[in-house]
């Protein structure tokens, strides 16, 4: 299949333009705006490859984006482009709305007009895969799993913005018969994540011998799904995934933020034992305002139907990313230097009033 792959300089959307090139026969359009969280550095593995071309647009301009799906043809989006990180919607939730919402409404838009012009066969084949979070279905007390029945209840202006995204999405499927599968799932963590979120800000920060922010009294818990097997999980949906149906992905390793950073911290004792112990750098922050206490995904429809699973423990894959963080300085040291250096993202400022 040609497939667009928005927001490929992302996180995950790398590592899925990474695994899609690598493993499969299928060609890629990665299409990115490059905001602040894209990193063309991520993809230096496969930049030359003859299955993978790169892009720079914004999805919220319908015009760009509708010459690039008359000149690629696709024959399947997987959607990951959004504003990603809590924190920084809660200072600002504009980029928030525009991108993952009205985004989103216009991909959906292009999409449909681009597959008006396809005979039947071609339309029916197309794929669009939208990628969200747990974090749409809102907080889990200390028991229970988010099914793919569970209601959505987002409480931050991020899960809301992708709570709308899933909406239109699914509007679009039942409304304009739009081949959409929707897939929400668990943090991730691993290779190439922006220095923001919470494993490699508190990598780096261990490293760099500065104290390690934990919100509240550390106890919220998250289910940490490793980025590959996240990739594998995404492209598995979309070959085999059915068109209407939702697909929830989790690693099955739920962990205390608390106890995320402790176990970093091990690894740093015997990866860097001179700055030993670094579980003394931990300091506990005032909370997120709306921190959301537990999310975990019972992911037995793909398990049981696409026959996925995670393939990484906690512990291996936390083991794989400590090493991968310490031998990459090159990838990370200039977004450390130039786009964000590790100050407290979160806090509340007085309402965006536009005109
Ligand atoms: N990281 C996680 O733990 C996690 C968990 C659940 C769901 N998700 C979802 O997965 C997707 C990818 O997350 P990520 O962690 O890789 O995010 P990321 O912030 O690392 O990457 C987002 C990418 O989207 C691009 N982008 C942003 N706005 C754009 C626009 N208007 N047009 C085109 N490109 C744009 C950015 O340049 C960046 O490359 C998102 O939709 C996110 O909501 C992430």
Redesign the pocket.
């Given at each position: 299949m040609r497939i667009i792959v928005?927001?490929?300089?992302?996180?995950?959307?790398s590592a899925v333009c990474r695994h899609l090139v690598s493993n499969t026969n299928h060609a890629v359009l990665n299409?990115?705006?490059?905001?602040y969280?894209?990193?063309l550095t991520s993809l230096v593995a496969i930049e030359n490859a003859p299955n993978y071309r790169f892009v720079r647009?914004?999805?919220?301009d319908s015009t760009t984006i509708e010459r690039v799906f008359e000149t690629f043809a696709p024959q399947a989006v997987i959607h990951?482009?959004?504003?990603?990180?809590v924190d920084r919607s809660i200072t600002g939730s504009r980029d928030f709305v525009?991108?993952n919402v009205i985004?989103t409404y216009q991909l959906l838009e292009v999409t449909r007009g681009y597959l008006s012009k396809l005979p039947i066969d071609q339309r029916e084949a197309f794929r669009f895969l939208a990628?969200?979070?747990?974090?749409v279905y809102g907080s889990l007390g200390a028991q229970g799993l988010f099914t793919e029945e569970t209601p959505y209840d987002p409480s931050s202006p991020y899960s809301a913005s992708?709570a709308a995204s899933d909406h239109l999405a699914m509007a679009w499927q039942r409304t304009y018969d739009l081949p959409i599968i929707l897939s929400n799932?668990?943090?991730?963590y691993g290779p190439h994540?922006?220095p923001e979120?919470l494993i490699p800000l508190m990598i780096l920060n261990a490293l760099e011998g500065r104290s390690l922010p934990v919100y509240g009294d550390g106890s919220n818990v998250r289910d940490w799904l490793y980025v590959d097997d996240h990739a594998r999980a995404l492209v598995l949906v979309l070959e085999q995934g059915q068109v209407g149906r939702k697909y929830n992905i989790g690693g099955r390793n739920e962990r205390s933020n608390i106890d995320v950073v402790k176990r970093i911290c091990l690894l740093m004792d015997q990866l860097r034992p001179e700055q030993a112990p670094h579980a003394r750098l931990i300091t506990y922050v005032t909370d997120r305002p709306g921190h959301d206490y537990r999310y975990a995904i019972d992911a037995g429809r793909i398990e049981n139907e696409l026959g996925w699973r995670a393939e990484e423990t906690f512990e291996s894959g936390i083991d794989k990313t400590v090493r991968w963080y310490l031998d990459n300085s090159a990838w990370w040291q200039p977004l450390r230097n130039k786009v964000y250096g590790g100050e407290r993202l979160g806090t509340v400022r007085p309402p965006e009033v536009t005109s």
């Open positions: 928005t927001g490929g300089a992302g996180f995950i959307g299409v990115d705006k490059l905001t969280a894209g990193t647009a914004d999805i919220c990951l482009a959004a504003e990603s990180h525009d991108t985004g990628v969200s979070t747990d974090e992708k799932c668990s943090n991730n994540q922006f979120k």
